[in-house]
């Protein structure tokens, strides 16, 4: 008989098609299904797969007392309640390693069209506008880049960086003794210092707004802010803000504090370009996703060593 596995998250039919060769499958792909699913099934239930943002909260955990593994799709699991899943002897893995590449490219993409001001200048050249009427936006390369958490994520910006021929900083909360790059102690000293400052820390309560209304304007009038982290990371009044008031240049977000729902602050502004939380998401990134949790949960039932453990 096949292990159940509650699905909280939109996965296509061909990954779900892939999950049902190996499970009975209970999908509640979105927040009202949720815990129509746990009452209804969750008795039987074996197994979770969620991500980061959708987590697993301690009740909805209790409402499933057979269950004895839990996997994020990604590498985020900031809203999994780790410690109550821990006591509850849970399994507990997540997707790392199978979408930094695609996440370290979005950031690029969004820092150049950010710097360069690329959708303002689609919308102009659209309607007519020629290059004599319109201010030179600035080079990227030769400047400085400041990478906010140098984990597997942040260090493939910075490799892309280097390609660009930037200076990296970084901080975290400590340096990083393999790493070649410059160290700062604070961000609000990265900030002052980088000319683009990238957010790739993780979530939770322990970053929320790290990156706040007094880093913002130690990046500057001329700085670019971008964000393929969690949107909980950046105050986004205080960024709205700043962009409006000239105190800082340009943004690109693949995340923010709303999502789903588009930043209302940020949307009617020429000077930020958003995309919606899909950093990571290309057929060949999501399908190593689904992999990897097909992998770590059958080493989980077979009693193996998990792949990606948390």
């Not at 809203?79 to 590449?101: C, S």
């Amino acid at each position: 008989m096949k292990p159940v596995l509650l699905v909280l998250i939109h996965l296509s039919d061909a990954h779900l098609e892939q999950l049902a060769r190996h499970y009975e499958l209970v999908y509640a792909p979105d927040a009202d299904r949720h815990a129509e699913a746990i009452a209804a099934d969750g008795a039987r239930v074996q197994a979770v797969l969620t991500n980061g943002t959708v987590g697993l909260r301690a009740a909805q955990i209790d409402g499933l007392p057979a269950a004895t593994f839990v996997s994020a799709l990604g590498a985020g699991y900031e809203n999994i309640d780790l410690d109550h899943a821990r006591r509850r002897g849970i399994g507990l893995a997540n997707g790392a390693g199978t979408n930094d590449d695609c996440v370290a490219d979005h950031a690029f993409g969004l820092l150049l069209a950010a710097a360069r001001g690329i959708v303002k200048l689609d919308g102009q050249t659209r309607a007519g506008v020629w290059r004599t009427e319109i201010t030179m936006p600035p080079n990227v390369s030769g400047r400085r880049l400041g990478i906010l958490g140098l984990g597997t994520i942040g260090r493939k910006i910075a490799r892309r960086g280097t390609g660009f021929d930037l200076e990296i900083g970084y901080h975290n909360r400590s340096a990083r003794a393999d790493s070649p790059y410059r160290y700062f102690g604070s961000v609000a000293e990265l900030a002052a210092w980088a000319d683009f400052l990238v957010v790739a820390t993780p979530g939770g309560a322990g970053t929320r707004h790290l990156v706040d209304a007094a880093v913002i304007d130690a990046l500057g009038p001329r700085g670019v802010l971008v964000n393929i982290a969690r949107g909980s990371v950046v105050d986004t009044a205080a960024l709205a803000a700043a962009l409006r008031e000239g105190h800082l240049g340009a943004a690109g977000l693949d995340v923010y504090e709303s999502e789903p729902r588009p930043p209302g602050e940020l949307v009617g502004l020429d000077n930020v370009v958003l995309t919606p939380h899909m950093a990571g998401w290309s057929p060949e990134a999501v399908q190593a996703s689904v992999d990897r949790f097909v992998e770590n949960a059958r080493r989980h039932f077979a009693g193996e060593a998990l792949v990606s453990p948390i």
